[in-house]
């Protein structure tokens, strides 16, 4: 076996060798070193490159829930945008939520009290117009007791989205001088944007949500998102609510129930302590639901259940459905046996509480409500462990808590939430909105400071069928709300489990309809019509306001254009429009513009200034009902290069409409050639209308009244 070498014996050139081979086994692995590192950095570097390429083309991050327009005088005009809520809807892009158009300014306007509204569909006010939503109650409830305050309620209520993106929303109005934030959520942590029955990796804790909010922000993530995913499908022919289910059977133990609440407390906590930073007052309200009037929404499943008792249970609960009216003791006894059989059976527990209801026992009702909610196979309304933790969150969170459930439940006949206060499984009538703001300003008589409100204050308001009439409570809108919820129960979930709300709703709408006129239901009829709203929800009070006017009925129709153009955004078309139409009607009735009225004419005038830089009138009809507000102020001159402006974007009798005017202001300026000219070349080129042109030629014949 051959020796080892002798490492005494080693020549200098060995031992040089040696160390040569050493150092270049150095370098090599310092090469490798470097070279991984270049491998690694090269496609990092393009990866970034790429994102700012991609960003400075525009893509990647998130448009904002509040946007500011422009300068106006001394101030910013802002507004609530859809853009930003819809940002949440990354996995239903075709069919997404929606956020009411709220308008303010900043900075804040001195001696102002700023209340930002958020949370769910519910806050938002469906299925009312906006000038019908909890904040239009608050707003008129907190102008009375503060008489000498400007009160703003601008609301962030945006329809199905959970309590992550009510928290990215409240964050938001956190930077625009909010003097409180008021939290009505909870119905939406199942089936909303983010909530846990829709997202998969993403629901297993609130980190994870904000990680894919995050991730999904990215520039390479939304041109790849848009690569996969092609043009913008249309939408589809169901309703969001249908579109929204995602697991749509949740189990009695599933652990989404306690995941609901968990991140509904997480995030509302989140909310508090940011409020808390920023020194804003936070109020959280419970959630209040249909406990008495709707059974659970979903189907029972019963696995786990032999084949034999779950033939029990049908039969103990059909006897029971039989006998829940008209012989609620027995229906009791049937359902307490079934329970003994299958204790989580959702539809039991609201029949036993019907049953009980019917023996005068309201105590036990409201708790068996209650599990029938907290057990529902499709939980759509907010469970007790949700509103639990709204509770402990705002305890823990140093926020104030308004028990609005409570609330109702007091409301209510036998302590039982119902159809008197509900439209539907959680949405509030009319007078719901109202008692939704009370409740809000009742818990702010336990404030103290600028927010406080005195308990004699708080006694001396108005009643809420009052403060109804004041907002302008009408049939038609009624009548719209009928035919929204009665278009709800058709879906097939709510209809096979509930079909007597769809009968309800069919009949409402019948009985308001056998109160129209004809030419009133035919006005109705076409606001139905998808068709009839392009852009903006045209308010069916508009519509029947515009019928009003060509009956020259003008005492009718100025009330409801007056609710119209509080249902519309102030900065939109719709709202020059309806503003000129109000104004008309005072006029006629009147015989002329109080100053008040010309104040309003002429602050729908500065409005429609604003927008016409901004891009908002492509249709002219901007252009047009600036003109025509000059007109009503006798502003003529003003009057023409509006109008002018208008007529190359309007067609048909929009386009005689805008002749007329300009005629009218050409008159009265004295500029009678250019009239003749206009009316000369309708009735040369106006084909159909050329027998309109003619009537405004024989007009011009006449003298100017009151020149």
Same mark, same amino acid.
């Given at each position: 076996?051959?020796?080892?070498?002798?490492?005494?014996?080693?020549?200098?050139?060995?031992?040089?060798?040696?160390?040569?081979?050493?150092?270049?086994?150095?370098?090599?692995?310092?090469?490798?070193?470097?070279?991984?590192?270049?491998?690694?950095?090269?496609?990092?570097?393009?990866?970034?490159?790429?994102?700012?390429?991609?960003?400075?083309?525009?893509?990647?991050?998130?448009?904002?829930?509040?946007?500011?327009?422009?300068?106006?005088?001394?101030?910013?005009?802002?507004?609530?945008?859809?853009?930003?809520?819809?940002?949440?809807?990354?996995?239903?892009?075709?069919?997404?939520?929606?956020?009411?158009?709220?308008?303010?300014?900043?900075?804040?306007?001195?001696?102002?009290?700023?209340?930002f509204l958020a949370g769910g569909s519910a806050m938002k006010g469906f299925p009312q117009p906006m000038c019908f939503a909890p904040s239009a109650f608050l707003e008129a409830m907190l102008s009375e007791v503060w008489p000498d305050r400007q009160v703003e309620v601008i609301n962030l209520g945006t329809t199905a989205v959970a309590s992550f993106p009510v928290l990215g929303m409240v964050t938001e109005a956190l930077d625009y001088e909010p003097d409180l934030v008021v939290v009505y959520a909870g119905n939406n942590e199942f089936y909303g944007a983010f909530g846990v029955a829709r997202l998969h990796w993403a629901r297993s804790h609130p980190l994870m949500m904000r990680r894919n909010r995050a991730v999904r922000a990215t520039a390479l993530m939304q041109g790849v998102d848009r690569i996969i995913a092609g043009p913008p499908a249309a939408a589809p022919d169901r309703t969001l609510m249908?579109?929204?289910?995602?697991?749509?059977?949740?189990?009695?133990?599933?652990?989404?129930?306690?995941?609901?609440?968990?991140?509904?407390?997480?995030?509302?906590?989140?909310?508090?302590?940011?409020?808390? #930073?920023?020194?804003?007052?936070? &109020?959280? *309200?419970?959630?209040?639901?249909?406990? /008495?009037?709707?059974? =659970?929404? $979903?189907?029972?499943?019963?696995?786990?259940?032999?084949?034999?008792?779950?033939?029990?249970?049908?039969?103990?609960?059909?006897?029971?459905?039989?006998?829940?009216?008209?012989?609620?003791?027995?229906?009791?006894?049937?359902?307490?046996?079934l329970l003994t059989v299958y204790s989580d059976h959702a539809r039991a527990h609201?029949?036993?509480?019907?049953?009980?209801?019917?023996?005068?026992?309201?105590?036990?009702?409201?708790?068996?409500?209650?599990?029938?909610?907290?057990?529902?196979?499709?939980?759509?309304?907010?469970?007790?462990?949700?509103?639990?933790?709204?509770?402990?969150? #705002?305890?823990?969170?140093?926020? &104030?808590? *308004?028990?609005?459930?409570?609330?109702? /439940?007091?409301?209510? =006949?036998? $302590?039982?939430?119902?159809?008197?206060?509900m439209d539907d499984h959680v949405h509030p009538t009319l007078l719901g909105q109202a008692l939704i703001a009370r409740s809000i300003v009742r818990t702010m008589t336990t404030m103290k400071g600028r927010l406080a409100v005195t308990s004699e204050a708080y006694k001396r308001l108005a009643s809420n069928e009052d403060f109804a009439r004041r907002l302008g409570d009408n049939m038609y809108d009624r009548y719209g709300d009928a035919h929204t919820l009665r278009k709800l129960m058709e879906i097939p979930f709510f209809k096979g489990t509930n079909p007597g709300a769809l009968e309800r709703f069919e009949r409402l709408e019948r009985d308001y309809e056998s109160k129209m006129t004809p030419d009133v239901l035919k006005a109705a009829r076409q606001w139905q019509d998808p068709r009839t709203h392009p852009g903006i929800q045209r308010p069916i009070s508009?519509?029947?306001?515009?019928?009003?006017?060509?009956?020259?009925?003008?005492?009718?129709?100025?009330?409801?254009?007056?609710?119209?153009?509080?249902?519309?955004?102030?900065?939109?078309?719709?709202?020059?429009?309806?503003?000129?139409?109000?104004?008309?009607?005072?006029?006629?009735?009147?015989?002329?513009?109080?100053?008040?009225?010309?104040?309003?004419?002429?602050?729908?005038?500065?409005?429609?200034?604003?927008?016409?830089?901004?891009?908002?009138?492509?249709?002219?009809?901007?252009?047009?009902?600036?003109?025509?507000?000059?007109?009503?102020?006798?502003?003529?001159e003003a009057a023409i290069p509006f109008l002018l402006a208008s007529r190359p974007k309007v067609g048909g009798t929009d386009l005689v409409a805008v002749d007329q005017a300009l005629i009218m202001s050409y008159r009265r300026t004295g500029r009678m050639e250019e009239a003749m000219q206009l009316v000369e070349n309708g009735i040369q080129n106006s084909g159909q209308y050329a027998r309109m042109y003619r009537m405004l030629k024989a007009e011009l014949s006449r003298p100017v009244a009151n020149p």
């Open positions: 076996m051959p020796k080892p070498p002798d490492k005494r014996s080693a020549t200098p050139e060995s031992k040089a060798a040696t160390d040569d081979a050493v150092a270049a086994r150095r370098l090599s692995a310092r090469k490798r070193l470097v070279f991984a590192l270049v491998a690694f950095l090269i496609p990092v570097a393009l990866v970034v490159g790429l994102e700012v390429v991609l960003r400075l083309a525009g893509v990647g991050g998130y448009p904002p829930t509040i946007l500011e327009l422009g300068p106006a005088d001394d101030s910013v005009v802002c507004i609530t945008d859809k853009a930003g809520p819809a940002s949440y809807f990354f996995a239903n892009r075709s069919k997404q939520g929606a956020i009411n158009t709220f308008s303010f300014l900043k900075p804040k306007p001195k001696n102002a009290i700023r209340v249908e579109v929204m289910v995602g697991q749509d059977y949740v189990a009695p133990a599933d652990p989404l129930r306690t995941a609901a609440a968990r991140h509904l407390g997480a995030h509302v906590l989140e909310m508090t302590e940011s409020c808390r #930073a920023r020194d804003v007052p936070i &109020i959280v *309200c419970s959630v209040a639901a249909n406990e /008495r009037d709707l059974a =659970p929404l $979903g189907t029972e499943q019963m696995s786990g259940v032999s084949a034999e008792n779950q033939k029990r249970v049908n039969e103990l609960l059909a006897g029971a459905e039989a006998a829940v009216e008209r012989e609620p003791s027995l229906a009791e006894g049937l359902l307490r046996e609201y029949l036993l509480g019907r049953a009980l209801i019917g023996q005068s026992k309201d105590a036990a009702a409201t708790k068996a409500f209650q599990k029938a909610i907290d057990l529902d196979p499709m939980p759509w309304r907010c469970i007790g462990r949700c509103n639990e933790a709204l509770r402990d969150v #705002a305890e823990r969170g140093g926020a &104030i808590f *308004c028990d609005t459930r409570q609330a109702f /439940r007091e409301a209510s =006949p036998h $302590g039982c939430i119902g159809w008197e206060l508009a519509m029947v306001g515009l019928v009003m006017i060509q009956r020259s009925d003008f005492e009718a129709a100025e009330p409801l254009y007056a609710v119209a153009r509080r249902a519309v955004p102030d900065y939109s078309t719709a709202s020059l429009e309806y503003d000129y139409f109000t104004l008309v009607c005072r006029e006629r009735i009147k015989g002329g513009l109080a100053e008040e009225d010309r104040t309003i004419a002429e602050q729908a005038i500065n409005r429609g200034k604003f927008m016409l830089p901004r891009g908002v009138s492509e249709s002219g009809m901007v252009e047009r009902y600036v003109g025509r507000l000059h007109q009503l102020r006798g502003e003529w």
